[in-house]
């Protein structure tokens, strides 16, 4: 069965960083474009990042671009995801997701991990 296992989440002040884990199995992890989406209290998932197959393009939503960083493993069957900069807008459950900007989010059954807290506060 799919699995995705998220972690490096915590607390951190505004202007610092976080490099967030995902830990995949249970399918050909190096075949599949992987995301990053995220969700605040309240409010809707928002789409953050995606990784091709390879990892040789990438797409950010605007408010990330250039403080964020998404990279891949395959070898590991890992996803990272390196946040720098971070702000207080910033905070929000953050998960993994198998699949693309355009079906991530919409298409059902959703294969995102468990989530892990990023908390970005003075």
């Known amino acids: 069965q799919v699995q995705l296992v998220e972690s490096g989440g915590g607390l951190v002040q505004p202007g610092g960083s976080l490099r967030l884990s995902c830990a995949a199995s249970g399918f050909t992890f190096s075949v599949y474009s992987m995301s990053w989406v995220r969700q605040a209290p309240g409010k809707g998932p928002e789409w953050v990042s995606t990784i091709s197959a390879g990892g040789g393009t990438k797409r950010d939503v605007d408010s990330v671009k250039g403080r964020f960083t998404i990279s891949r493993d395959n070898a590991k069957k890992t996803l990272y995801l390196q946040m720098n900069s971070l702000r207080p807008e910033d905070t929000a459950l953050y998960y993994c997701?198998?699949?693309?900007?355009?079906?991530?989010?919409?298409?059902?059954?959703?294969?995102w991990g468990q989530g892990t807290q990023v908390t970005v506060s003075s």
């Open positions: 997701a198998r699949g693309g900007p355009d079906e991530v989010i919409t298409t059902q059954p959703r294969y």
